[in-house]
């Protein structure tokens, strides 16, 4: 059953240094709030997993919390590059970054077997595509019934999955809806599950497409009211499209980053 | 009435979706074209966004491809899984739309790293994302990009997504089952892959653009169809819906 823990708390319990970790969410509900909190504990070598690392693993990446990163697509969505992600893969500042680079579709699916705790998933992809020679996660494999070859990829089994979610019971029953993204399968891959969420309520309503993970699939529920920023929770907040506009100049400079993390992340809480 | 080369190229990317019934969009340059197609050419066009967003319709043009209007005004939101497995990978969409760093002549992409040369790091550029299926599961694909030296280049550092890979027959031998890139939709002009070689010709020149220009700007030496045309200038309507589209995004 999920516990209902301050995030502090639930951070405290649930992520540890080396650990792998999949924060996710597609452009909607990422869990910045918690990705905060752990920069704030100082929890290190952390292998980060996600489909777009986006602004929340830029941070991460800064502040040196990262020892490797599995990802799909490093950008900062409609803006142009993260500038920590850059900066620790050309030139290893402040550490530098292993790297296992999928497509969408490949990590998307690499989810999917994780939740099915199936060693590897198939897809057709990555034909003829030079990212196979980088990755020891994708492979080929023979269809049985047909000869077919396809792309096999190893399973991603996060030590700790973060999500962010509207809202959850008293109980722990954990609500989601809007883009719901891969954060179903990134939960139920992982061995341990946090949910931060804009709030607690009596009781889940129905809602048109949420999904709903039940209280004894997720670990720890924190409150985390505007959890999301600069990402968004429909319902609750909208995106912060400024946001992601003016990270580019504080993110281009080490200085102005740290200086930026310092004020907004190591000193609030 | 002037217009920009941006407004030009966008402009007549829009024009390529006349017909399709669904698309792909990738975010930036082909969101644009997509979204002003559905308010000019093809007004039914179905957006589809790799969120998870099936039929689109925003207002205004999304800075990110998981805006809420995306989904707020979709027929369905799906998982990404789905949207991979179920939609893209079974084949049920017409058109894959496609922005790009690099391209060669065969319409193969990189988006992954750029050679600085010996003793340099590898520069980073963002990573696939969904393109190397989009290319390969789309019914066809468009792209769109600014023709430059450095966009349009002799070869790739990186094979991300495959076009055309080597030449013709390569997408059959590799089993890739849509007809792959049929425009590179440029701020000069549009290239076609040339049915014998499948190698990127110049087809037809935007208003006041040379071939010159065009081969001055591209970094393999391209070739000129014989017939090659000219492109129809913008027209007050479309470029209205354009500018529209930009300012509420903005």
Redesign the interface.
Known sequence: MAEILSLREAVASLVRPGDTVAMEGFTHLIPFAAAHEVIRQGVTDLTLVRMTPDVIYDQLIGMGAARKLVFSWGGNPGVGSLHRFRDAVENGWPRPLELDEHSHAGMANRYVAGASRLPFAVLRGYRGSDLATRSPTISTVRCPFTGEELAAVAAVNPDVTVIHAQRADRDGNVQLWGLVGIQKEAALAAERVLVTVEEIVDALDPRPGAVVLPSWSVHAVAVAPNGAHPSYTAGYTVRDNDFYQAWDPISRDRDTFLAWMRAHVLEAA | MSWTPDELMTVNAARALAGARTCFVG??LPSAAANLARRTVRPGLVLIY????LGSKPSRL???????E???TADA?V???EI??YW??AGRIDVGFLGAAQVDRYANINT?VIDRGPGR????L????????IA??CGKVLMVVRHSRRNLVERLD?????GH?SGPG?RAR????GAGPVAVITDLGVLRPDPETAELVLTELHPGVSAEQAAEATGWKLRTAPDVGETEPPTAEELAALRELSDRGA
């Open positions: 975010i930036g790799e969120s998870g967003t999304p800075l990110s491809i998981g805006d809420g995306l989904a707020d939101v998982s990404v899984p991979f497995n893209l990978q992954t790091p590898e520069g980073r963002p990573g696939a994302g969904g393109a190397p299926e390969a599961g990186f094979v991300t997504t495959v890979g390569d590799l089993g890739l089952p």
